[in-house]
Every structure is written in C-alpha cells, then in structure tokens.
C-alpha cells in the first residue's frame, strides 16, 4: 500500500483483499479514498446474514496509529476525553479527537496493547488529518507512528461468529468480553482478536498482517460456508450501524457536533485532567446544548436522505444526517440533529425529501438490539 | 442481453413503442447500479408531461434515481404492482419491472434515443 496521506490526490487505494473482493464478486466503489467492496450480491441478504449467522467484512482502509512511550499514557489523556487511566493490555475504548471547541476530528478506538503501548484506530477518511493533529499536540517521551500499512482488518460479525472462529483460534473467545482483546494466533498467523464491532451484533474485529490477509480471508469463508457466512460490503455495514445505533463521521459526528450533541456523552469523562474541547464540553453538560441526535421511522413511502430538512411550519429546524432502508425492521429510519427542545420520543416529525414531504416519528435509539 | 426490440436513452431507461403508446422501464444496468429497490414511486395516470420532465423516482436501500421521460406525453398506465413488489424491478426490469406507459405526442422524440446495439456500448464503456 502507498502512503495513505497522499489519499486525496491519487487514484484510490486497494487493500491487500482487492483480489479477493473481485473473485467473490464485489461490486467495487471508491470510498473514502479507497477501492472497497459496497455489496457482493444483494446487500439486504447480507444484511440478514449478519443479524442472523455471521457476515465477513474487509475494513483495511481503517488507520492504525501506534502511541507509545513513558508519556503515552498523559498524551493520550490530553488528547481525548475518555479516561484512559481505566485501560489495561486487553482493553480498548471508544473515545475521540476533539477540537478545542469540543467537536469532533474523528472517533476512534485506543486499544492498550502494553504498558505505555497504544494503538489508536481512526476512520479511513481522516487518517492523515487525524495524524498531522497528533503530532501537533505536545506529545513529550512519547512516539507517535502511523502505522496504517502494516494492519489488515477484517471484522467476523454476527451469532455464529465465535463458532466460525472457534475451529482456527486456541484463543478463549467465549471469555473474550466486549471491548477486550487478545494477541492469539489464527491458523498459526499473529492475529490481534478484539471482541469489538460496528453491527451492534456480537463478533470480532482481526488485525492481521497484510499479507496473511487473503489467506485469513478465504479460510474464513470456507469454514463458514455451511453456517451462513456471507461475505459483507459496506452497503451492508452502514445499514447495520445504523440500526444499532452506531455513529459514522460525516454523518452524525463531524467537526461542528460535540459527544453532547450527538448523545456520546459516555464517552466524555471529567474526572481526569484538561483535554482538548474539555472546558466547552463542561460548559454543555452544565447548560446543556440546543441541538440533539434523536432517531426517526419515516411514516410513509419513501426514505429521508443525509441533507433532508427537518420542517417546522415551513421553517427548516434541523437536518436529517443519515437515512436508509432498514432491512430487519423493513421500515425507513435514520438519524437528524433537531432543537432540544422538540427531541421527545414519540413526538411526529415532517421531513422534506425532494419535493415531498414525509411523515415521521422520532423513536427511541438504537433502532436495533440483539436480544 | 439488452432486448433488440426496445430503444434505449442516456439515463439508462428502456422504451417500447406500440404505435403512439410507448412502455418505460429502468435497464438492467441501472437496476444492478441502484442496488435492492425498496420504493418506487410513479405519476398518476392522466398527467402529462414534457420530455426530459422527472416523473417518478426509484429508492434503493442505498440511493435514489429520479425517472426522467424522455418522451413528452401522457400517463395511461403505471405499473401499480410495484407498490407491493418494488423488488421486480431488479428481478425483472425488462419485463415485469416496467414503470409507466406513456402516450407520446411527438414522436419525433424517439429520434433522439440508442438502439440496443449503442446502449450496450455505452454500458461497456461506462463500466
């Protein structure tokens, strides 16, 4: 793989799966600077899969970012908001980049590989601006790489998948908790296990080198063939996010939304010292802000988009920020910022789609939950 | 694979011409492009319309393409069973994914669509 700060400019990266992606028959688009695969076949049967057996997703294109050294551990906690004095080797956290007025760079995963040892896992689209902002924040006895090239990442998703795994690991999976992971062996290759995902199904996220990536690829969908296993694009991905709740940036997070905002206030923590965005994040949880994520059924035919208005008596109020098919609930939903003061569950909601506008109500989030 | 019968426009849609009444679809490439249809949404019968007009559009799980007539003329007929089963229209777009059917008044219009020979060139060349 080239450098991925040059991904803006050049033609779109391939990940180490390219190949394979073609022989299973992806239908390829360019996302984020990257040739990825958006469906294999239909895209709502993978979908089912994955909420049903397990699902098989390449998502190489995310960025690995090594932290490490005896100051580790204070930059990292000056750089996001999340306590990262509670990890431990094995644990990873949800937490972000922030702006010093609170919003979002990026969301991320920090995952203590050892003692004063991070790995800092970025969205694709932001790789190079999330590792220019690292280095640019004062970071004293600590290294800071950008290691992106040298990670494959697939992510095995869905009820079967521990039993898929179980067949190529002596890794204990069944006492692998969510959010812990562990440095095994898969077929006899290094393999980092996180008992993480993005489909609100239980699974595994695999952080291999690249090239044992196709092999992994392949063993894993034979092995899997019998139980369901689908091999699953992004098209499936971002439908199955979006039913468990899961924010994407772009979307429901970027640069002008805060943890407040878009309901991840879990993730900010103030019993610890100054971080980036800390005071404006105070100041929100003191006042509270005026705009919230809330989650909508569309009522009727037809499906909102990013973009869409939120109409009050023709006045535009807020923005729908994601919006799609869902295929287990076979209904439209997505997400939109809208003034606090309107964000009641079960309250209706019009919403301008085009030249029509449509009924919707705002629900409760997720729209999805394993049982 | 694109039926030598139909003549074809630039916005990947499909027209059989039965004297001045002319059947619309969406081609199979532009239903393989969209992805699983979920909705589509069509005219009313008896509205008129000028060519190039958006008359009805089409949601996938994923995106959404507008309908644009290439032909001026009016609704006579839509095709109401995809209200049901939009997913005809990936199975069957030739056929029994047609959308509308339109009384043409100019057909002068159909100077200006492909024939299956230079559709098919243009999908190759597209993809």
Redesign the interface.
Known sequence: MSDSTAVEETAPQRTPLYECHLEAGA?MVEFAGWEMP??YG???DEHHAVRRAAGLFDVSHMGEIRVHGGGALDYLQRLTPNNVAKLQPGRAQYSALLTERGTYIDDLLVYQMAKDDYLVVVNASNIATDYAHMLSVPHPDCQIDNHSDRYALLALQGPKSLEILKRHTSTDLENLRYYHFENGQIDGKSCIISRTGYTGEIGMELYISPEDAPHLWRTLLASGADDGLLPAGL?AR??LRLEAGMSLYGHEIDDTTTPFEAGLQWTVKFAKGDYLGRSVLEEQKENGVDRQLIGFEIEG???A?QGHRILVDDESVGQVTSG??S?TLEK?IGTAYVPTAMATEGDPLTIEV?KRRLPARIVAMPFYKRD | MYPSEYLYSKEHEWILVEGDTCTLGITSYAQ?EL??V??V?LPEVGASFNSEDEIG?I????A?AEIYTPLSGEIVEVNSDL?DAPEVVNDDPHIEGWLVKIKMTDPSQLEDLMDAEAYQEMVDEAS
């Open positions: 239908k958006v469906r239909s895209e709502i098209g971002d439908t035919r037809g499906i988009r799609t098919w295929p439209a085009r | 393989s992805g699983e979920v909705f949404e559009s949601e996938s799980v994923k959404v209200e």
